[in-house]
């Protein structure tokens, strides 16, 4: 299976801040379509999982300019700017180009 | 507006059976294909499987194929998950997801004696 890692496993960020959090996976993301199946998703507390980033730096519906996704091949990242107290919870990575789809362990981000 | 809503979670005995079921609501059902996914107490993400449109084609996470299926009634709009000789790793609460990027509220399966 894809191994995902990510980091760091947490992180304090004072409101209006800017912070990022790394995704590396064990294999090259890119799929022989050419699309990379890279996601990130944030899950508030008491909530399940919404998804913020498909296909690596695509926002989701409703999703605010202030994330954004980068990053080819193996090396991703999740970029949140100007953060907000909504913004706490557990972000995780995603891949859906390689069988099983796996997860990253995700990072818990907390307001300062 | 998409809605998710799953059902069917509960206390089971290691080696029982559980149906979950997961009603779609505000999209046309039977043109998205759709997934399970679990998340453990200790909340690790698990992707376990997922189901075609017609419900002709399933794939399955190598930790839980040959003891669960995966079902679809698109008359019904509902997704299923046939769970049987459960594990208590199987613990977890289970979401149904949309490729396109929506999560039901998730429920709860405890596997325990």
């Known amino acids: 299976d894809v191994v995902m890692t990510q980091t760091p496993v947490s992180l304090s960020v004072s409101l209006g801040g800017q912070t990022s959090i790394s995704c590396r996976s064990s294999?090259?993301?890119?799929?022989?379509?050419?699309?990379?199946?890279l996601y990130w998703y944030l899950q508030k507390p008491g909530q399940s999982p919404q998804l913020l980033i498909y296909k690596v730096s695509n926002r989701f519906s409703g999703v605010p300019d202030r994330f954004s996704g980068s990053g080819s091949g193996t090396d991703f990242t999740l970029k949140i700017s100007r953060v907000e107290p909504e913004d706490l919870g557990v972000y995780y990575c995603y891949q859906g180009t390689h069988y099983p789809p796996t997860f990253g362990s995700g990072t818990k981000l907390e307001i300062k | 507006e998409v809605q998710l809503v799953e059902s069917g979670g509960s206390l089971v005995q290691p080696g029982g059976s559980l149906k979950l079921s997961c009603v779609a609501s505000g999209f046309t059902f039977s043109n998205y294909w759709m997934d399970w996914v679990r998340q453990t107490p200790g909340k690790s993400l698990e992707w376990i499987g997922e189901?075609?449109?017609?419900?002709?084609?399933?794939n399955y996470a190598p930790s839980i194929k040959d003891r669960f299926t995966i079902s679809r009634d698109n008359a019904k709009s509902t997704l299923y998950l046939q769970m049987s000789n459960v594990k208590s790793d199987d613990t977890a609460i289970y979401y149904c997801t949309t490729t396109s990027g929506y999560w039901g509220q998730g429920v709860m399966v405890t596997v325990s004696s």
């Open positions: 189901i075609n449109t017609d419900g002709s084609k399933t």
């Open positions: 294999q090259s993301l890119v799929h022989s379509d050419g699309n990379t199946y």
